[in-house]
């Protein structure tokens, strides 16, 4: 589909069904596209746009022993076998703020396969045109978040389990209330009657599953990085890729 003003993609990696999950929204935050697929579905509805802001739910690169060498340069034993070193900074930062992340280490060939088709996926975005946000005037912009990372900001606390009703419902009310136009979860409790409880016969379509919510929250992050610069954070090291979230970080969660 072609869109004759700016989309702003989020993209996971991660889904269990097909290799990509994505969903675009449009300058005024209508969700104009979500959907599942593989390597080339994704490309050819990029390459229709005209211009696109994406968020990539996906490490860039594996860690380059930065955080190794900060926990090294503070131990009184520099020599001594440090666990938990073999991540990015990002993750290290997350982590020392109480956000659980999957640390990245630090050869390709170590990381998850969901990892190596971020990898996969940058270098095909950046033979496309993308370039590193930001990059003033470019029309083709890319960037890396994460979803869990960016619930916590925009909830102020550690979202509840992502797989639960409770938690995709917490993740949705809060996209709805930050203007993104989903579906407003609180008409699931308008459709539930006695009867409908008692035959577990719940209106569970006004609910997102998980892992679009996923790509939602990203590709809020990929607009606000566009629209409101101001109000987006990086956390990490450029070299090894930092991750943008859609706020600002507290000390801890």
Known sequence: ML???SVYVGIDPASGRKAFTYAALDRDLNLVTLADGEMEDLTAFLGAQRSAVLAVSAP???NLGLV??????????????????DLRVAEYDLRERGISVTGTPGRAESCASWMQSGFALYAKLSRLGFETYPQEGAAYQM??????A?????LDQVPLSKPTLEGRLQRQLVLHEHGVRVKDPMDF?????????MKGNLPLDLVYAADMLDVIVAAYTAWLAAHRPEQIVH??????????????LKEKY
């Open 3 to 5: 869109f004759t003003d």
């Open 60 to 62: 860039s690169k594996p």
């Open 68 to 85: 190794r060498r900060r926990l090294e340069s503070q131990s009184l034993t520099p020599a001594l076998h440090l666990r938990g070193a």
């Open 143 to 148: 960037l890396e978040t994460n979803p869990h």
């Open 150 to 154: 960016c619930f916590c900001v925009l």
């Open 189 to 197: 409790f308008e459709e539930i009657t006695r009867f409908k409880l």
């Open 235 to 248: 956390v990490g090291d450029p070299s090894e890729g930092q991750v943008v979230l859609p706020g600002h």
